[in-house]
């Protein structure tokens, strides 16, 4: 008779073999991380093997020179037998007030072009009203929460439709995304990759111009032809696992005929 076992949490791997992981992932030697962490590279070896327990400290000042995520820290944290060091506060909690308001100020100011906070996840958190111009005719399933702005943007009942240079905005996404990939290993991300890499997508009718400096998002709204670029702001030495992945993505428009198209909608509303 053969019993199975369900509900079995696996055991942790052990801090030293995730410490290795993240070195290999970031292609350093342990002669690299020893001489950027100032240990000696027995030391670390020995660490990495699990011939040496290393405290809390050390595991944050490897963590911090191999630029391990926050939540990854809390990890290797409780991986070496140590209560987590970073919070996770939402943005409704007391002490993210400040933060908050400076959110709401940053969409608020930037109408009245589109602007957008995400999560490490690529999941919409809060935008400004001019975002709803470039998503309108997304399918409604699309648009329900969480709103993955990725798959907003790529998904054939998205917007993708009304994206002229879909095949060289979705090469500029998809990158963005790789990074965040190299840098994070989050499956979630990795699942979402491969997702989005299966959406259909064009041949380029016409090869990208390599002098821009921008990679432009050009879009078709109510009969207009808009291009715009974005930038990325995120929140300095954050200590909070929230604030450390969240981003505002604010776009601006990268013609004057986009530009008066913004400006007019403010003028008439």
Same mark, same amino acid.
């Given at each position: ?7 079995v949490?696996?055991?942790? &791997?052990?801090?030293?073999?995730? &410490? ?25 070896? #020995? ?6 327990? %290393? ?18 820290r ?19 909690? %007391?002490?993210m007030?400040?933060?908050?308001e400076? $959110? ?7 109408? %009245? #072009?589109?602007?957008?906070v995400?999560?490490a ?23 329900? %929460? ?5 798959r ?11 994206? $002229? ?22 499956p979630? &991300? ?38 715009l ?7 300095g ?12 993505e604010? #776009? ?9 198209? #913004?400006?007019?909608?403010t003028?008439?509303?």
């Open positions: 008779m053969m019993t199975t076992m369900t509900g949490t696996p055991e942790p &791997l052990p801090v030293g073999r995730l &410490l290795r992981d993240w070195r290999e992932r970031r292609r350093l030697t342990q002669l690299d991380l020893a001489l950027r962490a100032e240990v000696s590279a027995r030391h670390l070896s #020995f660490i990495e093997t699990g011939r040496s327990q %290393p405290t809390s400290e050390m595991i944050l000042r490897l963590a911090q020179h191999l630029n391990v995520p926050l939540r990854d809390n990890v290797l944290l409780l991986s070496g037998g140590y209560a987590p060091h970073f919070s996770a506060l939402g943005l409704a909690d %007391p002490p007030s400040a933060v908050n400076a $959110i709401e100020h940053v969409l608020a100011v930037h109408r %009245p #072009f589109p602007a957008a995400i999560d996840q690529w999941d919409l958190i809060a935008a400004n009203d001019a975002v709803a111009l470039l998503t309108e005719g997304a399918a409604d399933r699309l648009l329900e %929460p969480p709103v993955n702005v990725l907003l943007s790529l998904h054939p009942d998205g917007i993708a439709s009304r994206i $002229i240079n879909l095949p060289e905005w979705r090469a500029h996404l998809l990158e963005r995304l790789d990074r965040d990939i190299e840098l994070t290993a989050d979630r &991300l990795i699942a979402l990759r491969t997702e989005l890499a299966a959406y259909p997508c064009p041949r380029a009718a016409t090869r990208p111009d390599m002098r821009a400096i921008l990679v432009p998002l050009r879009l078709r709204v109510a009969g207009a032809t808009l291009s670029f974005s930038t990325t702001t995120v929140f030495t954050p200590r909070d696992i929230t604030l450390s992945e969240m981003a505002i604010s #776009f601006y428009p990268a013609d004057a005929a986009t530009a008066e198209y #913004f400006t007019s909608r003028a008439c509303g």
